[in-house]
């Protein structure tokens, strides 16, 4: 389990689907009826159709390396002794682009446009969150 000073997301209603999902180790996407269009982050309509038809999809968790930085400077005490890491993002392949982190890659190894695919870290009982791993 993760270290308990960190940050911990805190899941509200909309996003409680993401959350549950991420805990069977399943990544979840809002993904609209309508047009099928995937969204992210949480929303209310689709971004291309505007209907409010909206479902929650497991998706493959293979994406891209669209972007990264390295983050040396601690913004957080939480991230004392974490630092320098990543912050990651991720192109899946549905186009939609996440936020996260990549693991069990050095951060000199990391390359846009490098393959990964998603794993699960379990930062509490109640609370799991996608992150990034070369693969794919």
């Given at each position: 389990m993760a270290d308990s000073k960190l940050p911990m997301p805190v899941p509200d209603e909309k996003s409680m689907p993401f959350y549950e999902g991420a805990k069977?180790?399943?990544?979840?996407?809002?993904?609209?009826?309508?047009?099928?269009?995937?969204?992210?982050?949480?929303?209310?309509r689709c971004d291309v159709c505007l209907n409010n038809d909206i479902e929650w999809a497991k998706v493959s968790g293979k994406g891209k390396l669209y972007s990264f930085a390295i983050m040396h400077q601690v913004y957080h005490p939480g991230f004392t002794?974490?630092?320098?890491?990543?912050?990651?993002?991720?192109?899946?392949?549905?186009?939609?682009?996440?936020?996260?982190n990549v693991v069990d890659c050095p951060n000199s190894?990391?390359?846009?446009?490098?393959?990964?695919?998603?794993?699960?870290e379990k930062l509490s009982d109640e609370v799991t969150i996608p992150k990034f791993k070369p693969g794919g």
């Open positions: 069977r180790h399943e990544l979840v996407l809002q993904r609209c009826k309508t047009c099928g269009s995937f969204m992210w982050p949480v929303k209310l002794d974490k630092v320098p890491y990543n912050v990651a993002t991720v192109e899946l392949e549905q186009g939609i682009r996440i936020v996260s190894a990391l390359s846009v446009d490098m393959p990964l695919e998603v794993t699960f």
